[in-house]
């Protein structure tokens, strides 16, 4: 079983920027996996805005963080970065890790077989 513990949530100011970290338990980087981030803003359903498969690095972003986020990993760390910038008010969420085992990228959410306790991202405007 994968844990995910995430990291690096907080409170900015509209314009700014966080990074947000995902530490995984075990080697998912030595098999294939893909690594994303879903986030859930109150009164709306889960969105999948980024994703990064393990050992080709290849990515997804959605539309609506795409040119602003960028998901990279650390693979001797077994941890995956989402780099926010040029946050919105609308980027307010529960950001959640969340893995599934395999290969190719994921967009939905319901796909992912394992998830973190997730963290808080408030952009104030």
């Known amino acids: 079983e994968v844990q995910l513990v995430e990291s690096g949530g907080g409170l900015v100011q509209a314009g700014g920027s966080l990074r947000l970290s995902c530490a995984a338990s075990?080697?998912?980087?030595?098999?294939?996996?893909?690594i994303g981030w879903v986030r859930q803003a109150p009164g709306k359903e889960r969105e999948g805005i980024s994703c990064?498969?393990?050992?080709?690095?290849?990515?997804y972003y959605a539309n609506s963080v795409k040119g602003r986020f960028i998901i990279s990993s650390d693979n001797a760390k077994n941890t995956v970065y989402l780099q926010m910038n040029s946050l919105k008010p609308e980027d307010t969420a529960v950001y959640y890790c969340?893995?599934?085992?395999?290969?190719?990228?994921?967009?939905?959410?319901?796909?992912?077989?394992?998830w973190g306790q997730g963290t808080q991202v408030t952009v104030s405007s």
């Open positions: 990064i498969s393990s050992r080709l690095r290849s990515t």
């Open positions: 969340a893995v599934r085992k395999g290969l190719g990228l994921v967009s939905e959410p319901s796909s992912y077989d394992y």
């Open positions: 075990g080697s998912i980087f030595d098999d294939d996996y893909a």
